[in-house]
T-cell receptor, first 113, second 116 residues
Framework: GENVEQHPSTLSVQEGDSAVIKCTYS??????FPWYKQELGKRPQLIID?????GEKKDQRIAVTLNKTAKHFSLHITETQPEDSAVYFC????????????FGTGTRLKVLA | NAGVTQTPKFQVLKTGQSMTLQCAQD?????MYWYRQDPGMGLRLIYY???????DKGEVPNGYNVSRLNKREFSLRLESAAPSQTSVYFC???????????????FGSGTRLTVV
């Protein structure tokens, strides 16, 4: 079945450094890739997404890159701040039909002050 | 505009008891979903409803049933709770945005369920 692998499971960086989280997906028909941030005890919230017809997308300190050939996509956070500490989930979906998301297992990011 | 509302927020059940988790959205979304979240396993899809009147199994449907009561409401039922169903449950809804807009789920605040 469809599968999304996410690495690393935990990541610690110093404040101001960059953080990179990587995901791979199995279903070549997937064409929509959102990233969610979940703070402790809160619901997941969308932070950025990318469609398969785009290789890279940026929003201030956050960027996502997609390599369709290799079936992997990555989240890049630059100039990390303590408030970036959270669990991040990637997901893959076919942006049609049922729109169901298959999520990765999550990355706990700790930004050390 | 409350978005997606889940009840209850917390629940403790004894093994074998039954209960229904309620979810309602006020955004006129067509599609709704139930996920469970367990440490180290991410969010796994239990059941979903692509539109009013339809429901389908996700990755982990065993031990659960769902009802899409109307366009707003999508409930999840545990007929005979087991300790393995201890988890945080999230309901989500989704809308087909216009081309170029951000799509995405809107999640409820979650239900923390413990089965003892």
């Amino acid at each position: 079945g469809e599968n999304v692998e996410q690495h690393p499971s935990t990541l610690s960086v110093q404040e101001g450094d960059s953080a990179v989280i990587k995901c791979t997906y199995s279903d070549s028909a997937s064409n929509y890739f959102p990233w969610y941030k979940q703070e402790l005890g809160k619901r997941p919230q969308l932070i950025i997404d990318i469609r398969s017809n785009v290789g890279e997308k940026k929003d201030q300190r956050i960027a996502v890159t997609l390599n369709k050939t290799a079936k992997h996509f990555s989240l890049h956070i630059t100039e990390t701040q303590p408030e970036d500490s959270a669990v991040y989930f990637c997901a893959a979906s076919k942006a049609s039909g049922t729109y169901k998301y298959i999520f990765g297992t999550g990355t706990r990011l700790k930004v050390l002050a | 505009n409350a978005g997606v509302t889940q009840t209850p927020k917390f629940q403790v059940l004894k093994t074998g008891q039954s209960m229904t988790l309620q979810c309602a959205q006020d955004m006129n979304h067509n599609s709704m979903y139930w996920y469970r979240q367990d440490p180290g396993m991410g969010l796994r899809l239990i059941y979903y409803s692509a539109s009013e009147g339809t429901t389908d199994k996700g990755e982990v449907p065993n031990g659960y049933n769902v009802s899409r009561l109307n366009k707003r409401e999508f409930s999840l039922r545990l007929e005979s709770a087991a300790p393995s169903q201890t988890s945080v449950y999230f309901c989500a809804s989704y809308t087909h945005g216009r081309t170029g807009e951000n799509y995405g789920y809107t999640f409820g605040s979650g239900t923390r369920l413990t089965v003892v």
